[in-house]
């Protein structure tokens, strides 16, 4: 079973949803991310900072007012 990691930026203004997220990447290194954020222009800012680390956006769902995005890395 693989582990999930969770970023909630859920409340925080960017550029702060796009910092953690970044953060956490260079944390994992690789694997499996979760971010959820509701700052409008995050989902787009996360994904260029994702894919700028080698990471690739596997899905990114609007959901109650939130956009939960799932990042990975071989």
Do not use: F, I, Y
């Amino acid at each position: 079973m693989s582990k999930t990691n969770l970023v909630d930026a859920r409340g925080l203004s960017c550029p702060q949803p796009v910092l953690e997220a970044s953060d956490m990447m260079d944390v994992l290194g690789q694997g499996r991310l979760e971010v959820l954020t509701d700052c409008g222009a995050s989902p787009e800012n996360v994904a260029r900072a994702a894919h700028s680390k080698g990471w690739r956006v596997v899905s990114s769902v609007e959901e109650a007012g939130s956009v939960r995005m799932v990042l990975e890395k071989p």
